[in-house]
């Protein structure tokens, strides 16, 4: 898992992905397409702790969810 936020944390310096990181990465599976609203929902069901990027264990949490639906009760 380290190393896929590794590949998605562009910068690779800050151990962080930030909006600019998570829009490439949407843009990179396609997913570009999608309202803004809708992708701003997504990072932010990531964004747990509210400080404006993904952690590692927030981004461990959601890629070991079971279904979409834990993202949002976790």
Do not use: C, W
Not at 43 to 70: H, L, T, W
């Amino acid at each position: 898992m380290l190393q896929a936020f590794k590949t998605v944390d562009a910068g690779a310096q800050s151990d962080r992905i930030t909006r600019l990181d998570f829009q490439k990465l949407l843009h990179t599976l396609n997913l570009h397409v999608l309202p803004r609203a809708v992708s701003d929902g997504m990072f932010q069901a990531m964004d747990k702790d509210r400080d404006g990027s993904i952690s590692f264990n927030e981004f461990v949490r959601v890629v070991s969810a079971s279904s979409p639906r834990d993202v949002f009760s976790m």
